[in-house]
């Protein structure tokens, strides 16, 4: 069985940091694939950075180069972290992580998902 859990969310001020950690149990395959999501208020939810197994990443137009996605892989666990900078109050959401059918961003792809974690920028 695999579970899939997030932490690492949090209030911050706009121009701060945070960095989101998400474990995968009980995965055993060789190959993966990883991404973020995030859906706010109103709005369907979008994906923000995906990374496989061989270490190529993917993200979103939004992301502006302020994001950065990164994988370990460990016995039946995978390690995910999303590292964020320069946040913006546009960047408020739940933010979610998947294992995905392959290196894509769309939420369609994500075989597997953890219950989200809340990141809130505001002044």
């Known amino acids: 069985q695999v579970t899939v859990v997030e932490s690492g969310g949090g209030s911050v001020q706009p121009g701060g940091f945070l960095r989101l950690s998400c474990l995968a149990s009980?995965?055993?395959?060789?190959?993966?694939?990883m991404g973020w999501f995030r859906q706010a208020p109103g709005k369907e939810r979008e994906g923000v950075a995906a990374i496989d197994s061989e270490g190529r990443a993917k993200y979103a137009d939004f992301v502006e180069d302020r994001f950065t996605i990164s994988q370990a892989n460990a016995k039946n666990a995978l390690t995910l972290e999303l590292q964020m900078n320069n946040l913006k109050p546009e960047d408020t959401a739940i933010y979610y992580c998947?294992?995905?059918?392959?290196?894509?961003?769309?939420?369609?792809?994500?075989?597997?998902w953890g219950q989200g974690t809340q990141v809130t920028v505001s002044a």
């Open positions: 998947a294992i995905l059918a392959g290196l894509f961003l769309e939420p369609d792809a994500a075989d597997y």
């Open positions: 009980g995965w055993t395959y060789r190959s993966y694939s």
